[in-house]
């Protein structure tokens, strides 16, 4: 099935260095989920983008969505040791499910 | 988180075995699923469920059975369970976030390992 894929699988970072993932699809996508899952947990939801070009801000993380609709990214700045864990984008597939990226990995040393 | 309880947390168990996970909800959500996550393929669908008694297949579905007698509680069974079944499984259920998108929230999860 489709597949968006996630890079990079794993990032390691100073604390305070900046942090970016990226989502890329090779069909147009009706939106994207991000969510993040800390060791040992679950995934929670972090955020919906469904226009073009969209930009979302929550606190030190932003969100875009591609003009094309195609790929997405998470961009952290200045990073703290309560970032680490894997961050996850998603979209909705025909079952009501969503279809998920493989995840990067966060690590932050302090 | 939107009220998601499985059972049990952790459980090891033998090649042959039949195993059932249990995936508790208190919202009246009509829509969830099943998730299994393993490293290097992220989150995969097995079975997801639309209504009581009314389930379907997801993408890795060999191996296992759901059923949904009730609103609240979506069963998954490994008939046999094999070891290539060991791995992190996820409930989860379909909502409406505070910012009014729909999405998922996923339960704590039950790590098995078939030995």
């Known amino acids: 099935g489709q597949q968006v894929m996630q890079i990079p699988q794993y990032q390691h970072v100073q604390e305070g260095e900046d942090f970016t993932t990226y989502c890329n699809s090779s069909?147009?996508?009706?939106?994207i989920q991000w969510y993040k899952q800390r060791p040992g947990g679950h995934p929670v939801f972090l955020i919906q983008?469904?226009?073009?070009?969209e930009v979302k801000k929550q606190k030190r993380l932003t969100f875009q969505f591609g003009e094309a609709k195609k790929n997405s990214s998470l961009h952290i700045t200045a990073t703290q040791t309560t970032d680490v864990g894997t961050y996850f984008c998603?979209?909705?597939?025909?079952?009501?499910?969503?279809?998920f990226g493989k995840g990067t990995k966060l690590s932050v040393k302090p | 988180d939107a009220g998601i309880t499985q059972s049990p947390r952790h459980k090891v168990t033998e090649t042959g075995t039949p195993v059932t996970l249990r995936c508790h909800q208190t919202?009246?959500?009509?829509?969830m699923y099943w998730y299994r996550q393993d490293p290097g393929h992220g989150l995969r669908l097995i079975h997801y469920?639309?209504?009581?008694?009314?389930?379907d297949k997801g993408e890795v579905s060999d191996g296992y059975s759901v059923s949904r007698s009730k609103t609240e509680d979506f069963l998954l069974t490994l008939e046999s369970a094999t070891s290539s079944q060991t791995s992190v499984y996820f409930c989860?259920?379909?909502?409406?976030?505070?910012?009014?998108?729909?999405?998922?929230?996923f339960g704590p999860g039950t790590r098995l390992t078939v030995l």
């Open positions: 989860a259920i379909r909502g409406s976030s505070a910012l009014g998108t729909d999405t998922q929230y």
């Open positions: 069909t147009t996508l009706s939106n």
């Open positions: 983008l469904v226009k073009s070009g």
């Open positions: 998603g979209y909705g597939g025909s079952q009501g499910n969503l279809i």
């Open positions: 919202e009246n959500h009509r829509y």
């Open positions: 469920s639309y209504g009581v008694k009314d389930t």
